[in-house]
């Protein structure tokens, strides 16, 4: 029974120590929305599980047929380590995009991944 | 010795306290695709884990006994591709009593990920290891069993567009042959089995993230899951009837742990009767210790090959 509770007492102590821990940047919320439709955006603006470093990050934008807009530099909103903002250079046409993005946590974890929005 | 009850107790408020941790998600990554660490057959990638505790009970296990299983695994990587995986743990059975299931071991090599495709598998060769199991389950002889396995993952993510709602879905994959190093122990047999299985899982983290945002923080967290398990006799055996389990459940994944919970269903009689029951609580240690514990021991890999 001692060593029951000592692996019970130990998942605990994991489980709490997580909520210290840094782990892999995954995509919670977006705007434009994932798989949403628009106004035109300013921005592309990525909201993350973790904090993310910007110059180690990736964001593109593509219209339909592969088209690329052209974004600027990504940067992390002031504040908010783990949201990451890519200004739209110029105003989108209607028609549906796909945002790609790479992105790397500060604790150097990689992930990615894609989604549409459509502006209207 | 606590009653499953109290177990229960005490997973809930594991789950509760590991509630209060900042939320996000692990694992397997390859690609867009996260796979989750799954309970009835490994996932397809290496890792630093560790499952502690894994807790199962079935009213009846086939050989009329209810079975009360508690158990842990840990994995380490030593390079960025090979890993090797230590687990044990007790099993209460009633009738027939109390048992440390034998060590097992496993070396495990990820040679590939296809980050287009969410496509990835890896190899091992798993030894349960003679003499190292005591009471019910200490075994009738001194033979190790050999096994080598071989895990795969695929996800849905590159279907078309008119598809993409089939996109969160992946299947993981587990083959292996358990093969006894002797075939018989004071005149009797052991038995050689073909072992395998898969998941069917549909992540609502990658609904959330590739296809149509979830508005609500814990359903976007969970991964809906059935595991599948057979096991066939095919050296010394008679009669060689399958055996399996059907294990609908689902995976709640945070920041750097997750916890599961499934019913498990045998297939027929010989596999057992009732429906019971398996949890686990799994931690991702590569995410909580990023510098120490949770990293390779050789992070940039040996030369000897891709990963390795």
Redesign the interface.
């Known amino acids: 029974m001692r060593i029951f509770t000592l692996k019970v007492a130990a998942s605990l102590a994991f489980a709490l120590a997580a909520t210290q821990a840094y782990a892999h940047a995954q995509l919670e919320k977006a705007t434009p929305a994932v798989g949403g439709m628009v106004t035109p955006p300013n921005e592309i603006r990525l909201e993350f599980s973790e904090g993310v470093e910007p110059k180690f990050s990736k964001v593109t934008l593509r219209g339909a047929g592969g088209a690329a807009a052209p974004l600027g530099a990504p940067k992390v909103e002031a504040g908010h380590p783990n949201v990451l903002i890519a200004p739209i250079a110029k105003p989108l046409a209607p028609g549906v995009y796909t945002v790609h993005w790479h992105a790397v946590s500060v604790d150097t974890h990689h992930t990615q991944g894609n989604f549409s929005f459509t502006v209207k | 010795?606590?009653s499953p009850p109290r177990w229960g107790l005490?997973l809930a408020?594991?789950?509760a306290?590991?509630g209060?941790?900042?939320?996000?998600?692990?694992?397997s990554?390859c690609?867009?695709r996260?796979f989750p660490a799954t309970l009835a057959i490994d996932d397809p990638g290496v890792n630093d884990e560790?499952a502690?505790?894994t807790l199962s009970w079935v009213p009846n296990n086939g050989d009329g006994a209810q079975e009360f299983d508690?158990s842990?695994a840990w994995t380490k990587t030593i390079t960025p591709r090979l890993g090797i995986s230590v687990s044990a743990g007790p099993t209460w059975q009633h009738p027939g009593g109390y048992g440390w299931a034998p060590l097992d071991t496993e070396i495990k090599y990820q040679p590939l990920c296809i980050?287009e495709a969410e496509f990835m598998f890896a190899v091992g060769f798993d030894v349960t290891w003679a003499g190292t199991g005591t009471g019910t389950q200490a075994g009738a002889g001194s033979q190790n069993t050999y096994s080598p396995v071989l895990n795969a993952g695929l996800g849905f993510g590159s279907l078309p567009?008119s598809m993409k709602y089939l996109r969160p879905f992946a299947i993981t994959s587990q083959f292996d042959v358990a093969a006894p190093g002797r075939d018989w122990t004071n005149g009797e047999p052991n038995t050689t089995t073909f072992d395998w299985g898969f998941t069917l899982q549909y992540s609502l983290?990658y609904f959330?993230?590739?296809?149509?945002?979830i508005d609500n923080a814990f359903l976007?967290r969970l991964i809906p899951i059935v595991e599948v398990t057979f096991s066939t006799p095919i050296h010394n055996a008679a009669p060689q009837i399958t055996t399996g389990t059907v294990q609908p459940g689902v995976i709640y994944e945070?920041?750097?742990?997750q916890v599961a919970l499934e019913a498990i269903i045998p297939i027929n009689g010989a596999s057992g009767h009732g429906v019971g029951v398996i949890g686990e609580?799994h931690?991702?240690l590569?995410?909580?210790?990023?510098?120490t514990l949770g990293r390779p021991i050789f992070p940039h890999g040996l030369g000897i090959a891709p990963g390795i």
């Open positions: 010795m606590l005490a408020a594991i789950c306290g590991a209060l941790a900042t939320p996000a998600f692990a694992h990554v690609g867009d996260i560790l502690l505790p508690a842990f980050p567009e983290p959330n993230a590739h296809v149509a945002e976007k945070a920041g750097s742990w609580l931690f991702f590569d995410d909580i210790f990023p510098n």
